[in-house]
């Protein structure tokens, strides 16, 4: 089992920046590709960036968040992390965690077994 745990979330102004952390408990953090989801009201969960197991060589991004985002990945403190700048109103959403322990990177939902609980990201114009 793991545990996910993120922080960071609150309220932005467009333009402005947000560090989301999601802290990990449970087991060997570093075997977990890590990513991040978010599901605004009314629409479905979507992936938002991810990165790849032990060292976190490989990182993805969906397309709305390319070049404005940031995700890492700090194996000592078992902590990933989601820097968020030039915030826009389209980015408002739960903010969601996951660990996936199984094969191969993906961006599907259906490919991380852990998920935390969410935490709010509200951008105003």
């Known amino acids: 089992q793991v545990q996910l745990v993120e922080s960071g979330g609150g309220l932005a102004q467009a333009g402005n920046s947000l560090r989301l952390s999601c802290a990990a408990s449970?087991?060997?953090?570093?075997?977990?590709?890590m990513g991040w989801f978010r599901q605004a009201p009314g629409k479905e969960r979507e992936f938002v960036a991810g990165i790849t197991n032990w060292s976190g060589s490989a990182k993805y991004y969906a397309d709305s968040v390319k070049g404005r985002f940031t995700i890492s990945r700090d194996n000592a403190k078992n902590t990933v992390y989601l820097q968020m700048n030039s915030l826009k109103p389209e980015d408002t959403a739960v903010y969601y965690c996951?660990?996936?322990?199984?094969?191969?990177?993906?961006?599907?939902?259906?490919?991380?077994?852990?998920w935390g609980q969410g935490t709010q990201v509200t951008v105003s114009s």
């Open positions: 449970g087991r060997t953090f570093s075997i977990f590709h």
């Open positions: 996951a660990a996936d322990g199984i094969g191969a990177f993906t961006s599907r939902e259906a490919g991380y077994q852990y």
